[in-house]
């Protein structure tokens, strides 16, 4: 069965920084986008970045420049360092591995979930 765990987030002051993990098993993963996305209190999720399997990466822009995603595919994990953090950074970050087939059936697989909070 396919499993995402995620690991790295916690409490950190304005201006901190923190890196998030996901690592993913029981499949293999090369041909799967990966992305983080968040969702804060009273808030719709939002994507905030992404990865493809030739590295080319899309950011919300809010944290362009502050941000940056990257992916070790061998070892099926995405990565998220996060710097410059701001209180509107506070939400629970979610990863994702999306892969679309050739008959169009998406296979989409979420993390449980890390708590990321920025305040003084």
């Known amino acids: 069965q396919v499993q995402l765990v995620e690991s790295g987030g916690g409490l950190v002051q304005p201006g901190g920084s923190l890196r998030l993990s996901c690592a993913a098993s029981?499949?293999?993963?090369?041909?799967?986008?990966m992305g983080w996305y968040r969702q804060a209190p009273g808030k719709q999720r939002e994507m905030v970045a992404a990865?493809?399997?030739?590295?080319?990466?899309n950011y919300l822009d809010s944290v362009k420049g502050r941000f940056t995603i990257s992916r070790d595919t061998a070892n099926n994990t995405v990565y998220l360092q996060m710097n410059s953090l701001k209180p509107d950074d506070t939400a629970v970050y979610y990863c994702?591995?999306?892969?679309?087939?050739?008959?169009?059936?998406?296979?989409?697989?979420w993390g449980q979930g890390t708590q990321v909070t920025v305040s003084s």
């Open positions: 029981g499949e293999a993963f090369r041909l799967y986008v």
């Open positions: 990865i493809n399997n030739g590295g080319k990466t």
């Open positions: 994702n591995f999306l892969r679309t087939d050739s008959n169009l059936r998406q296979y989409n697989y």
